[in-house]
């Protein structure tokens, strides 16, 4: 096929990824990846299940999961920040109002900083006492959606110590919500501030871990060494075995190879046979994230 132009609409988040892990394909029970779901229904009902990933899918997995296995083995690398979606159906006269409010919405979706509902508060952390900020987050926490991210004090992706304060109100609700401190503290994260990596939108997920066939497992302290043909084993610093699990489903929600994974699928070639692999080696860089230099052609669709 020749054609004057190249559009590609491959997607950023279109390349699952399966972790490299020793055996993986000598498993015999069933295996998934999410990004991957089979057509056909898959039972949980009873059975031994592992979710490896706690990531934005892992977390609505997990809480799925919960609901009906014998056994769920969640295995956990880094935790993430969540909030409750707080999703609840629609009567069909709210569903009348929104609709009639289209206009207004879409408006105030082009002037927020992310173009969502939410708008930025206007004041910092600080300018409030500390029963005003407690009542103020905790009116973004019950609030559906991404309230408590998007529309939070101005300062809170600023100023170290504000995003502090954010951050521990949400590890408190997390706290409040797992009754195992020490799963609690697995559940919180560690290496990042709430709202400076995307926030996962859950249902239950935390009060999972309080059923009695959910266990979490931490990958950092017990990595995985191998799947085998019954489950999986993990080990410990000094490469011991430190756990053999049997299992009669593996999930992997292991997320994507996001942005470049799906254009590096494709042999893609601009002037003098310049592979774009190449070209974006070590990391992508276009034009207003439409087009690459030497690929004059070539018209760039990742949303």
Known sequence: YRAPFL????????????????????????????????KHPVSFEGKRVAVIGTGATGVQTIAEVAKTAGHLTVFQRRPNWCKP???????PEEQAALKARYPEIFQRCQESFACFIHSTDPRNTFDLSPAEREAFLQKLYDIPGFSLWMGNFKDMMTNREA???????VASKIRERVKD?????????????????RVPMETRYFEAFNQPNVELVSIIETPIARITPNGL?????????????????IIYATGFDAITGSFDRIDIRGIDGQRLKDKWTPAPQTFLGIQVEGFPNMLMHVG
């Open 7 to 38: 559009i590609t609409a491959v997607g950023p988040l279109s390349s699952p990824t399966l972790p490299r892990i020793e055996g993986r394909d000598t498993f015999k029970g069933e295996a998934y990846h999410t990004g991957l779901w089979p």
């Open 163 to 169: 995003n502090k304060v954010i951050s521990d109100f």
């Open 85 to 91: 979606l707080r999703n609840a159906k629609i009567a």
């Open 181 to 197: 401190p020490k799963v609690a503290d697995m559940l919180i994260p560690k290496d990042h501030g709430f709202g400076t990596r």
């Open 233 to 249: 084993e993990t080990r410990t610093a000094d490469g011991k075995t430190a756990r053999q699990f049997e299992f009669d489903m």
